[in-house]
């Protein structure tokens, strides 16, 4: 089996970082129909919509930090091509 060059894995990470933000929105966007949907029913819900809402913004700072280093990553190593 043929090894990538570092260019040609320099893009397979670069499109699992769009993929990754990619489903990250998608979470971000369930979570916030939660959130609205909830805060125009029962009242009794709202320590549940707390909970998601502070796991989702946890999730999306997880997930910053790791396409931050990522991203760092892969541009030192797209620099480094010759």
């Known amino acids: 089996m043929k090894r990538p060059n570092e260019k ?3 893009m ?12 990250v929105q998608e979470y971000v966007a369930q979570q916030w129909r939660v959130v609205t949907a909830a805060s125009k029913g029962r009242s009794d819900r709202g320590s549940v919509t707390i ?3 502070i796991w989702a913004v946890a ?5 910053a930090i ?4 990522i991203t ?3 541009t030192t ?3 480094q091509i010759k």
């Open 8 to 10: 040609e894995e320099a």
């Open 12 to 23: 397979r990470i670069g499109v699992k970082c769009v993929m990754l933000a990619h489903h």
């Open 51 to 53: 909970e998601q809402v």
């Open 59 to 63: 999730v999306i700072a997880i997930v």
């Open 66 to 69: 790791v396409v931050t280093a």
């Open 72 to 74: 760092n990553y892969v």
């Open 77 to 79: 190593k797209a620099g």
